[in-house]
């Protein structure tokens, strides 16, 4: 076989929402899948408690000192720090132990509007239980290595997940026809196994069987010339038809 077309292992952990490809290796970026999801989550919820807590803190700032409870003077000193720690984030970043801080201070200090804060805001708080399925289900796909999760598997998915393979090729990583590409599907549980060949003649319309291209016999690689117009991601397709097809002779 020939040395192109040698399996290859994928070097790095993404994030890809189907235009941009982040970075999400806990080694080499700021944060890894967990953190980078926990910050979208945490940043749609954060001004609605901000919100809250203002309100909080309005009713109690006025109070007799003699008659604050003791949450009620903790909240007058804590409050007001982490209003200021989420409402001036640093760069863009939200220290997710400053909001929990927070809503613990609220349902000390409301217990209802707590309650209601989190039935608002239920799906961002189950969110937080796993924040990778989360980030998932919100249509990212995310990869470790030659491992890729998504939620739903089916031709939108399969050219979105192809788009972003090529995106880490572009980035650092050589990606074969014969390399291994390792899927798990969040929504129906299931775990499919292709090689970046079979996923590239998949998208083109061959019923292929994960695992089945071994032989001349098996392989249905379509191409046309009408598929060869447009940009480089077109051409890149192309190159590694020619490789997929010359192995197969």
């Known amino acids: 076989m020939d040395e192109e077309l040698e399996p290859t292992n994928i070097r790095g952990e993404y994030i890809w929402d189907g ?10 970026n700021d944060m890894g899948h967990e953190g980078h999801f926990e910050q979208q989550i945490i940043g749609t919820m954060k001004d609605d408690l901000i919100e809250i807590a203002k309100e909080e803190l309005e009713k109690i700032e006025n109070l007799p000192e003699d008659e ?13 720090e982490y209003i200021e720690k989420l409402e001036n984030d640093y760069d863009g970043y939200i220290d997710a132990s400053d ?9 000390d200090l409301n217990i209802n509007d707590y309650n209601n804060f989190i039935t608002k805001n239920k799906q961002y708080m189950d969110g937080l239980k796993d924040p990778r399925k989360w980030g ?8 470790r290595g030659n491992n890729f999760e998504v939620w739903g598997w ?28 390792n899927i798990h599907d969040y929504a129906s549980g299931k775990n499919y196994d292709f090689t970046f060949g079979e996923l590239q003649s998949g998208e083109s319309g061959a019923n292929v069987i994960p695992g089945a291209a071994t032989s001349k016999s098996n392989v249905h690689i ?15 397709t192309f190159r590694n038809w020619i490789k997929l097809r010359e192995s197969h002779k």
Do not use: C
């Not at 909001?99 to 349902?107: M, T, V």
């Not at 379509?222 to 890149?236: C, E, H, I, V």
């Open 222 to 236: 379509p191409w046309n010339r009408s598929m060869l117009q447009g940009d480089s991601t077109n051409y890149k």
């Open 68 to 80: 604050l409870t003791e949450d009620q003077a903790d909240a007058l000193e804590t409050i007001p």
């Open 136 to 143: 998932v289900e919100q249509g990212n796909i995310i990869s």
């Open 99 to 107: 909001f929990h801080i927070l809503l613990r201070q609220i349902k």
């Open 19 to 28: 235009s941009y490809l982040s970075g999400a290796d806990i080694d080499t």
């Open 154 to 181: 089916n031709d939108s998915v399969k050219k979105n997940l192809l788009n972003m393979l090529y995106e880490i090729e572009n980035s650092e990583s050589e990606i074969t026809p014969a390399t291994e590409i």
